[in-house]
């Protein structure tokens, strides 16, 4: 979901939505999500899973004092995490701080604001057919008034951990530092989707690990913010590398 804006003459690309189309979702399943039953059971039953994955495996986190100070002195972060990284993040959020997801408006993304809602995970939607300058509007409006908010920056179509400018020019304009999160386990599937979705199994051994903070200056040039963007992918990177390891997985790589 590319967004331009206006900004000291500069053109600002704000963050990319969560989507679901990059899992590989078969015709047969599509034509089943045409029903608003099923897609509302299929959401419950997600949610269902992944908390008996979660509790029925052994976590560590990693890295977990950074977002803890952030929570203790009510500061808000953006959150960022891999779109292949999804289905477990629900659990990072320990804290009863309120967080906004950017979802698309796309009925596969819906899919996943409902399954992220049962955890009591808000979401904001946009589109670049509709929706983004009101999507930027909203993140904005959250993290001013003190509350989270989390984006993929290479979903909803990739490239694969390649993270896009829009959420180094969201915390330029918020002010407000970036927080990258991600995990791994020991027991997975890679499915065969643009972004390697990582799909975890229950009785896993895993591991959610979190980055430093990264910071953009609100006077950042177009140097400044390649620079982010690097910092941005290359720890993400770096975290989900080792995250693997530590699971005894081989890492995921990037898109070239």
């Known amino acids: 979901m590319p967004i331009f804006m206006p ?71 953006i959150l960022c995490f891999w779109h292949g990284r999804l289905l477990m993040m629900p659990y990072c959020w320990t804290s009863k701080a309120p967080i906004n997801m950017l979802i698309s408006h796309h009925r596969d993304g819906q899919i996943i604001a409902r399954t992220v809602g049962h955890f009591g995970i808000a979401t904001l939607g946009g589109s670049t057919s509709h929706g983004g300058s009101a999507a930027l509007r909203d993140m904005l409006k959250a993290l001013k008034a003190g509350e989270y908010v989390g984006v993929t920056p290479d979903g909803p179509h990739g490239p694969r951990m390649r993270a896009s400018a829009g959420i180094v020019n969201l915390a330029k304009l918020a ?12 027991r997975r599937r ?67």
């Open 190 to 256: 890679l499915l065969g989707s643009w972004d390697r979705f990582v799909l975890v199994w229950p009785f896993t051994r895993g591991v959610i690990a979190w980055g430093e903070p990264i910071s953009v200056a609100r006077d950042a040039d177009d140097g400044a913010l390649e620079e982010a963007r690097l910092k941005v992918e290359n720890s993400l990177n770096t975290l989900s590398r080792e995250a693997d390891l530590l699971c005894g997985q081989a890492p995921v790589e990037p898109e070239p």
């Open 7 to 77: 900004c000291n003459s500069a053109r600002l690309r704000l963050p990319l939505p969560v989507d679901a189309q990059g899992m590989g979702t078969s015709p047969t399943l599509k034509r089943a999500l045409q029903s608003g039953r099923m897609r509302a059971l299929l959401c419950w039953v997600g949610a269902w899973f992944i908390r008996l994955v979660w509790h029925s495996g052994r976590w560590t986190v990693r890295g977990g004092d950074g977002p803890e100070r952030f929570w203790r002195d009510g500061k808000p972060f």
């Open 175 to 186: 002010g407000i530092p970036i927080l990258p999160a991600t995990f791994s386990a020991s």
